[in-house]
């Protein structure tokens, strides 16, 4: 379910983005996050599920924790306007490495030899799938690190908070998190000038289609959001990392089909590399 909803969303995405002429990715998050908040307190509201009672400690983790979500969010977005599409996937395809980094510095987790060669092609063949105009600056290939690290970050500690001491269930966490990154992203809106960007679109290019297209749009995330914490919850965060390169190739598929893309005998070759390396970690 995530797997099948992370690729619709990535390419429902696509399609608000350019068939809609809403090019406003940060309202678009703001959207997700405001969705995800409404969904989250409505099932509470139906007890689906009863918040856990968090201490100021717990509190400080939950802030620092959408802090992370929006901050992961706008650095990707920054480096992908100061690097090529191909550069950025190549790079961000490094983040079950980094994920593994972590897990075996601060958990003190191991994994098999068979697990670590299973990821060599689940990272080499998105930078085959996604072989083009590698360009970048310094600022760019930095900000691009630093994103992929602060990816496998989020991965990693959304997996702590729900198997560690918070165990927090995945709809108390969206809970949680939802409205603080909605604020965070707001407010990252209006600093970066899109939100007078947007309210201009509503005077002049508004339509009821595109607006049931967002609540959809948005009403899609919050269902991945909570399937990823639960798959996250009941998997791993390396798990989680790997499924994220598989979808990437697989989006690059659907967009050869729905949008009417070309692509090389080496992208060609790339995704059945990160296909067989998905399959041959599981």
């Given at each position: ?43 509470w509201r139906f007890n689906v599920f009863t ?232």
């Open positions: 379910m995530y797997f099948v909803l992370n690729l619709v969303l990535t390419l429902y995405n696509k399609i608000i983005l350019s068939l809609f002429q809403f090019p406003y990715p940060w309202t678009l998050t703001a959207i997700h996050t405001l969705c995800g908040a409404i969904g989250a307190y409505l099932f918040p856990a009672k968090l201490g100021e400690r717990e509190n400080i983790i939950m802030i620092l924790f959408s802090v992370l979500y929006t901050i992961n969010i706008a650095i990707s977005n920054v480096s992908l306007n100061l690097v090529t599409v191909p550069f950025h996937q190549v790079v961000r395809a490094m983040t079950p490495v980094f994920t593994i980094l972590l897990s075996v510095m601060f958990l003190s987790k191991s994994y098999s030899t068979m697990t670590y060669i299973s990821l060599l092609p689940v990272v080499a063949g998105v930078a085959f799938a996604t072989f083009g105009d590698y360009d970048y600056t310094g600022m760019g290939f930095f900000l691009t690190v630093l994103g992929t690290v602060l990816a496998a970050v989020k991965t990693v500690v959304t997996n702590r908070v729900q198997v560690g001491r918070l165990k927090l269930h995945p709809l108390d966490l969206l809970l949680r998190m939802s409205p603080l990154a909605f604020m965070q992203t707001l407010v990252y809106a209006y600093a970066t000038g899109e939100m007078a960007q947007v309210r201009e679109f509503y005077r002049t290019g508004f339509t009821w289609t595109l607006a049931f297209a967002l609540l959809v749009n948005g009403v899609i995330a919050f269902f991945l959001n909570v399937v990823s914490f639960t798959a996250n919850k009941k998997t791993s965060a390396l798990t989680m990392t790997v499924a994220g390169n598989v979808k990437q190739v697989l989006s690059i598929v659907l967009a050869v089909i729905i949008f009417k893309l070309h692509i090389t005998w080496m992208n060609a070759w790339g995704i059945l590399l990160t296909l067989g390396g998905g399959a041959w970690y599981t």
